[in-house]
């Protein structure tokens, strides 16, 4: 062997260094999401002790984070949009999977029903039929900023361009 090739292979030999979990893989992890609740509520609970002029405030965040921990717990979530337009928390409740990841069906809106939607990482180009149904749901669930879905392989802003342009 000459001495590129040891080199080479040494380089496979490597082991890689595990990157660190990225945002998106933590935001959708319920034991992280669950701990920051838990934390938040611990620092909110120092300050009630420490800072006599908030202490309306901070029971106020505190309730407002008890709450966020009951959801949490109980894996429930309502579409507020929905919940005000159709006034029932029944068709307002938005389905998750066993992760307690919210699922969205192909317009980027969050369902109600697990049986018509999945997660919005489980999305990818050829779910969509045309480019414009793509790009709406591109939008929808975070656009440029936030393409969790790699809609976007070229990162200018128009997902999935290959897909025919429709109607």
Do not use: H
């Not at 080479?8 to 319920?30: C, D, F, H, M, Q």
């Not at 919940?83 to 969050?110: C, H, P, W, Y």
């Not at 039929?129 to 990162?155: H, I, M």
């Amino acid at each position: 062997m000459n001495e590129i090739e040891k080199d080479s292979v040494e380089e496979i030999k490597k082991p890689t260094k595990k990157s660190a979990p990225s945002a998106t893989r933590l935001r959708g992890n319920r034991k992280f999401r669950l701990g920051i609740i838990l934390l938040l509520m611990a620092i909110v609970t120092v300050m009630f002790i420490f800072w006599e002029k908030a202490r309306i405030a901070l029971v106020i965040a505190f309730l407002a984070l008890l709450a966020a921990l009951g959801l949490e717990i109980s894996q429930n979530d309502w579409d507020l949009g929905k919940l005000l337009e159709t006034k029932s928390f029944e068709q307002s409740k938005v389905s998750r999977d066993t992760a307690g990841n919210i699922l969205f069906d192909l317009e980027g809106n969050m369902v109600t029903d697990a049986t018509k939607g999945k997660r919005a990482s489980d999305y990818n180009c050829d779910d969509f039929s045309d480019q414009p149904q793509a790009q709406k749901f591109f939008e929808k669930v975070g656009g440029t900023g936030n393409d969790l879905y790699r809609l976007d392989g070229d990162k200018d802003g128009v997902a999935c361009e290959s897909l025919p342009v429709g109607n």
